[in-house]
């Protein structure tokens, strides 16, 4: 992935991630950890996570989020309350119970 993750290049990013899966069946994205990220790749990588599932294809992050991502993820409220496989593809984290 590009170090700019915005608004400005969700299209490239669609397009990245679309390419990915006609090219295989699971997918891996690489997030710079100092990657400059907003909602609209959140957005994308939500709508990619979906897309996976319903073609029984896989979608994973390289490494937790971290940096600028994590930071997006946590204004958004996307941690709060979260999901355990949300939590496990975020953050790479099973919950302990």
Do not use: N
């Amino acid at each position: 992935m590009p170090s700019v993750l915005t608004i400005r290049t969700v299209q490239i990013t669609k397009d990245a991630v679309l390419a990915g899966f006609s090219a295989a069946e699971s997918i891996v994205l690489d997030v710079p950890q100092d990657a400059d990220c907003d909602l609209s790749f959140i957005q994308v990588v939500e709508s990619a996570r979906l897309f996976a599932q319903s073609e029984e294809k896989e979608i994973t992050l390289l490494r937790p989020a971290s940096g600028g991502l994590l930071a997006v993820l946590e204004r958004g409220g996307f941690l709060t309350d979260i999901d355990p496989s949300d939590r496990f593809f975020w953050l790479h984290e099973r919950h302990i119970q």
